[in-house]
């Protein structure tokens, strides 16, 4: 997953983008994560009320966590791709959103 991260990261510079991770988990969590899988981006905790969860319609309340997902924002605050389940941990397709979007601006 480390290196998947890293090479994510340099893909998604170069079209002009961020990446950061949100997860329900604490930030103890999280910063152990991090360190465990060497990511290249900052992880965010929504642990406390998970309301970035729940505005994005990733939280399953029962379980109290979100599902995977990823979201790719445009710069006016648009949701324009978004893989959410297993298919989310692979960052190919927000690099793909990303790299179309970046060539459609153009």
Same mark, same amino acid.
């Given at each position: ?5 890293? !090479?994510?990261?340099? *893909?998604?510079?170069?079209a002009? #983008?961020?990446? +950061? ?5 604490? #930030?103890?969590?999280l *910063? ?14 929504? +642990?406390?009320?998970?309301?970035v ?6 939280? !399953? ?8 997902? #990823?979201?790719? !924002?445009?710069?006016?605050? *648009?949701? !324009? ?8 941990i ?13 060539? *459609?601006?153009?």
């Amino acid at each position: 997953m480390a290196y998947q991260a890293g !090479i994510a990261n340099s *893909k998604f510079d170069t079209a002009e #983008t961020r990446i +950061f991770g949100i997860s329900t988990d604490n #930030t103890f969590s999280l *910063k152990e994560f991090a360190a465990k899988v060497n990511a290249s981006f900052p992880l965010l905790s929504d +642990f406390a009320n998970r309301e970035v969860s729940k505005s994005y319609g990733v939280l !399953i309340p029962q379980a109290g966590v979100a599902n995977r997902a #990823t979201f790719v !924002i445009d710069k006016e605050g *648009k949701i !324009i791709h978004i893989e959410e389940g297993s298919v989310a941990i692979d960052p190919s397709g927000a690099e793909t959103a990303c790299s179309r979007l970046a060539h *459609k601006n153009q």
